[in-house]
Nanobody
Framework: QVQLVESGGGLVQPGGSLRLSCAAS????????MGWYSQAPGKERELVAT???????NYANFAKGRFTISRDNAGNTVYLQMDSLKPEDTAVYYC??????????????WGRGTQVTVSS
């Protein structure tokens, strides 16, 4: 069983910062790509940023220059530093990870999400 648990969401004023964390636990052989996705009310879930096991990163255009994704040395925790937040960043942020539980078994896993609200 694999679990992804997010933390760090909350209410912040425009221009402020938040740091999201997502820890993976359970029967993990290896974690490949980890990432963050956001879903605003009435909209589809969309990519925010991803990071590979070797540290290569990819960002959505709206996140470039404001958000930074990183992983801890063990590779089981992913972070999203969000700066210069805007009201349109308001969404539920979901952690995603592509995880091998055995040498031959690989699947995508999702966290339950953490709410980020940017408002004055």
């Amino acid at each position: 069983q694999v679990q992804l648990v997010e933390s760090g969401g909350g209410l912040v004023q425009p221009g402020g910062s938040l740091r999201l964390s997502c820890a993976a636990s359970g029967s993990i052989f290896r974690i490949n790509v980890m990432g963050w996705y956001s879903q605003a009310p009435g909209k589809e879930r969309e990519l925010v940023a991803t990071i590979t096991s070797t540290g290569s990163t990819n960002y959505a255009n709206f996140a470039k220059g404001r958000f930074t994704i990183s992983r801890d040395n063990a590779g089981n925790t992913v972070y999203l530093q969000m700066d210069s937040l805007k009201p349109e960043d308001t969404a539920v942020y979901y952690c995603n990870a592509n995880i091998r539980t055995t040498l031959v078994s690989r699947a995508d896993y999702w966290g339950r999400g953490t709410q980020v609200t940017v408002s004055s």
